[in-house]
């Protein structure tokens, strides 16, 4: 790919999604070489030349292929990288994903290694085509990754030895995993948050088109309550990286109740390890009750007392972020957003500037 670009200097010659696609997995394939060879000589105990020359090539090839791959993207177009390229490999992704409910196969694992090679390697490309069905589908994978690896926690010591799988189907499933949260990261860091995309993709001066996007990809990465990949994610970044998303978002965008209300969005996503602690209080809950034996009228003022309880809470998110509001205004405008906090609070926020937005 590299070579045609170059001896077609001058010519009208583009790259196809396809061309892209294999380019992505052949980064992908240098990545985990250069990788592993560098992990086999570290680990070894004696450094013998050969070792470290096998290293030194994986190493040199690596890099050249990546520089190579960066500078041929960043010399496309935008809108035929965005609006071609991205957007026919990102479909293409999200089709794959959604293919199946259950179950991870080479398909899967060749698809996320070909947008781990494009999108970790081209901030470009990362600002170009960062998008809400693209996370989606990311957080869907993940989901079905943990499940059959046996669950995550970020991906340190994820799968526990009762688990029905191989060590070598785990160290499979951690690898996928461990290319997931790459992927993610560049797309939400260098694609979406960091100040150098928000030069380039601002709309207006303070930002708020920025935030709304930001948002928009949160509630797509957590849209499915039970999908943990958000709070697994930044547990992985605060292991793995020195600036997490939270901290990303404090330094990089304006300092507004958008702003807070996207930080505690973040601060309170699920985890692995929150959501097994709450199945367990489920379950134990479940079974006090059972020995219990309540009568059937307790039990009716039971469920009334938990969704009067449940609206309380979702009345206060709304107020922690919007406090001048009234508590009976608060519950009627998220009966009218079907009881979603997100929904409610971006949808007041918005009729805060034009109250004709809201309905």
């Avoid at 396809?18 to 086999?40: K, P």
């Avoid at 290293?55 to 990546?66: F, G, N, Q, V």
């Avoid at 959501?275 to 034996?293: M, Y």
């Avoid at 469920?303 to 107020?319: E, F, G, H, K």
């Amino acid at each position: 790919l590299a070579s045609s670009l170059e001896s077609s200097a001058g010519r009208d010659f583009l790259p196809t999604a396809l061309d892209v696609y294999r380019a992505g997995v052949l980064l992908h394939e240098s990545w985990r070489r250069c990788s592993s060879s560098s992990s086999d000589t570290s680990s070894s105990s004696r450094h013998d030349e050969s070792s470290m020359a096998k290293e030194r090539e994986a190493s040199e090839s690596y890099k050249s292929l990546s520089s190579t791959f960066r500078k041929m993207v960043s010399t496309l177009p935008e809108s035929y990288l965005r609006d071609v390229i991205l957007l026919e490999i990102n479909r293409a992704f999200v089709e794959v994903v959604d293919r199946k409910l259950h179950g991870i196969d080479d398909g899967d694992v060749r698809a996320i290694s070909a947008l781990f090679g494009i999108y970790t390697h081209s901030d470009v490309a990362c600002r170009l085509g960062v998008a809400d069905d693209l996370c989606s589908a990311l957080a869907t994978l993940y989901d079905r990754t943990a499940v059959n690896g046996g669950g995550g926690d970020g991906g340190g010591g994820v799968f526990s030895a009762a688990n029905a799988v191989s060590n070598a189907e785990t160290a499979e499933y951690k690898s996928l995993i461990e290319l997931i949260f790459l992927t993610l990261s560049s797309l939400l860091l260098d694609g979406l948050i960091l100040p150098d995309s928000i030069v380039a993709d601002s709309k207006d001066d303070d930002g708020d088109y920025l935030l709304r996007r930001v948002l928009e990809v949160v509630q797509a990465l957590t849209a499915d309550d039970t999908n943990c990949c958000l709070g697994d994610f930044q547990e992985w970044q605060k292991q793995r990286r020195s600036q997490t998303l939270v901290q990303a978002v404090q330094k990089s965008l304006p300092d507004n109740a958008q702003r807070d209300y996207l930080v505690l969005m973040l601060e309170s996503s699920l985890s692995s390890a929150a959501f097994a602690e709450r199945q367990k209080e489920l379950v134990s809950e479940a079974a006090k009750g059972q020995k219990k034996n309540e009568p059937i009228t307790n039990k009716r003022s039971s469920s009334a007392n938990t969704s009067v309880s449940a609206m309380d809470r979702l009345v206060s998110q709304v107020r922690d972020v919007l406090p001048a509001l009234g508590a009976g205004y608060v519950e009627t405008a998220l009966a009218i957003y079907s009881f979603d906090a997100s929904r409610t609070v971006s949808a007041l926020l918005e009729a805060e500037s034009d109250p004709s937005t809201l309905h």
